[in-house]
């Protein structure tokens, strides 16, 4: 059976794909030749969805996951190493049962340290069948929804630095959807953004066309065409 690093180039030498993602990859199936594709398939987006959960060694262990934050910090610095322009996404949980200030100050540094584009964050809650579900030290409610509160606030500032920092950035934009307003259309940036221009030919929708980022914003990117006709990625 093929590896996802050999299936990505094989469909990137099929010819006529421009574009090529996977949703997500778990810290331990990252292996070197799925990093090594990041860094020398172009046709490969420069955005990782990597999830790690929580900073903490102790709540990743009640977790059962099979990585600490110490190798997951590697393996990102692994990653940006082979490829500098990738972009970061994961996905957290807080209030695990267990979980202490220190534990989630623990996720707050691994977020500071990694740098996130994006990313999704969840309170915990009991499932049935769960081993975690029948733990007694569950956390009060008021607690988790502080700290989801308090952890969405930093995702936010980094998220918005990101796209801000894109601003001036000419990038390829596929067009996938119309938008709210007249003549308007919206689509994805290689970071998986939206972006959103005004005044489009409707002739653009589904096509991948330069723009020249003009202003970033917490949840998308605003635009303009550089030229009406569709550009390689």
Same mark, same amino acid.
């Given at each position: 059976a093929a590896s996802l690093g050999q299936l990505i180039r094989h469909l990137a030498g099929i010819g006529g794909i421009e574009r090529l993602r996977y949703t997500t990859s778990h810290p331990r199936d990252m292996d070197e030749e799925l990093i090594a594709a990041h860094a020398e398939v172009p046709e490969l987006m420069p955005y990782l969805h990597l999830p790690v959960q929580s900073g903490s060694d102790r709540i990743l262990a009640a977790m059962n996951r099979k990585h600490d934050a110490e190798s997951y910090i590697r393996l990102v610095e692994r990653i940006r190493a082979a490829?500098?322009?990738?972009?970061? =996404? =994961?996905?957290?949980?807080?209030?695990?049962?267990?979980e202490t200030e220190e534990d989630f100050e623990a996720t707050l540094s691994l977020i500071r340290e990694v740098g996130y584009?994006?990313? %999704?964050?969840?309170?915990?809650?009991?499932?049935?069948?769960?081993?975690?579900?029948?733990?007694?030290?569950?956390?009060?409610?008021?607690?988790?929804?502080?700290?989801?509160q308090r952890l969405q606030a930093l995702l936010g500032e980094q998220q918005i630095a990101f796209n801000r920092a894109c601003a001036g950035r000419i990038?390829?934009?596929?067009?996938?959807?119309?938008?709210?307003?007249?003549?308007?259309?919206?689509?994805?940036?290689? %970071?998986?953004?939206?972006?959103?221009?005004?005044?489009?030919?409707?002739?653009?929708?589904?096509?991948?066309?330069?723009?020249?980022?003009?202003?970033?914003?917490?949840? =998308?990117?605003?635009?303009?065409?550089?030229e009406k006709e569709p550009v390689l990625a």
């Amino acid at each position: 059976a093929a590896s996802l690093g050999q299936l990505i180039r094989h469909l990137a030498g099929i010819g006529g794909i421009e574009r090529l993602r996977y949703t997500t990859s778990h810290p331990r199936d990252m292996d070197e030749e799925l990093i090594a594709a990041h860094a020398e398939v172009p046709e490969l987006m420069p955005y990782l969805h990597l999830p790690v959960q929580s900073g903490s060694d102790r709540i990743l262990a009640a977790m059962n996951r099979k990585h600490d934050a110490e190798s997951y910090i590697r393996l990102v610095e692994r990653i940006r190493a082979a490829k500098p322009d990738i972009a970061m =996404s =994961s996905d957290f949980i807080v209030g695990f049962p267990g979980e202490t200030e220190e534990d989630f100050e623990a996720t707050l540094s691994l977020i500071r340290e990694v740098g996130y584009a994006q990313a %999704y964050s969840f309170k915990y809650s009991p499932r049935p069948g769960t081993p975690a579900s029948t733990e007694e030290d569950q956390l009060p409610e008021e607690v988790k929804s502080d700290r989801l509160q308090r952890l969405q606030a930093l995702l936010g500032e980094q998220q918005i630095a990101f796209n801000r920092a894109c601003a001036g950035r000419i990038m390829p934009v596929l067009f996938d959807r119309r938008g709210r307003g007249e003549a308007q259309l919206v689509g994805r940036s290689p %970071y998986l953004q939206s972006v959103h221009i005004d005044d489009a030919p409707p002739h653009l929708f589904g096509q991948l066309v330069d723009v020249e980022i003009e202003e970033g914003h917490r949840n =998308s990117l605003r635009g303009r065409l550089l030229e009406k006709e569709p550009v390689l990625a």
